[in-house]
T-cell receptor, first 113, second 114 residues
Framework: EPEVTQTPSHQVTQMGQEVILRCVPI?????FYWYRQILGQKVEFLVS????????KSEIFDDQFSVERPDGSNFTLKIRSTKLEDSAMYFC???????????FGPGTRLTVL | AQSVTQLGSHVSVSEGALVLLRCNYS??????LFWYVQYPNQGLQLLLK??????LVKGINGFEAEFKKSETSFHLTKPSAHMSDAAEYFC????????????FGGGTRVLVKP
């Protein structure tokens, strides 16, 4: 069964450093999403991406964040200058159509020291 | 704006007993409703979803949920809990007009006692 994969599973970084979280969505999917879950809090929407551009973003997704689909298979989330409060589990999801089920990856746990 | 409330962050049930997880939502338009499950160290897996049509929705692993518009609820049930049901369960809502982004509830962690 096709699945969404994410790498790395755990990333530790120093405050102020740049990180790139990688996702490989399901191959024939067209819509891509990033969500995050700070420990003990709700899963929150960050951004959706379609046709090589951002469809929607939350207020969390400020100028420190960017997304890219560099090669037709990967979907990345970059945080330019990490803050302590960026520590969270980041989930990638993809769907075939706008109203189709979103399939989630296993997440990347980001720890900012 | 859409929102989801899950009553009870932790639920403990005995093996074989009914599992009932409560979810209430608010949405300005007819919503799409979802239940996802997260097993330890894994991603979110879809249990079931409601979009249109029949209000009683059956999902995987014996779970079902009923959409009640008048109560703005989408409670999840399973008649007989199994040890393998121990996990965290998330209710979520989306609106097509909102780009289909999912808004999640806070989650309910289920513990199954032998």
């Amino acid at each position: 069964e096709p699945e969404v994969t994410q790498t790395p599973s755990h990333q530790v970084t120093q405050m102020g450093q740049e990180v790139i979280l990688r996702c490989v969505p399901i191959s024939n999917h067209l819509y891509f999403y990033w969500y995050r879950q700070i420990l003990g809090q709700k899963v929150e929407f960050l951004v959706s991406f379609y046709n090589n551009e951002i469809s929607e973003k939350s207020e969390i997704f400020d100028d420190q964040f960017s997304v890219e689909r560099p090669d037709g298979s990967n979907f990345t989330l970059k945080i330019r200058s990490t803050k302590l409060e960026d520590s969270a589990m980041y989930f990638c999801a993809s769907s075939g159509t706008l109203t189709d089920t979103q399939y989630f990856g296993p997440g990347t746990r980001l720890t900012v020291l | 704006a859409q929102s989801v409330t899950q009553l009870g962050s932790h639920v403990s049930v005995s093996e074989g007993a009914l599992v009932l997880l409560r979810c209430n939502y608010s949405s300005s338009v007819p919503p799409y409703l979802f239940w996802y499950v997260q097993y330890p160290n894994q991603g979110l897996q879809l249990l079931l979803k409601y979009t249109t049509g029949a209000t009683l929705v059956k999902g995987i692993n014996g779970f079902e949920a009923e959409f009640k518009k008048s109560e703005t609820s989408f409670h999840l049930t399973k008649p007989s809990a199994h040890m393998s049901d121990a996990a965290e369960y998330f209710c979520a809502v989306s609106e097509e007009a909102a780009g289909n982004k999912l808004t999640f509830g806070g989650g309910t962690r289920v513990l199954v006692k032998p």
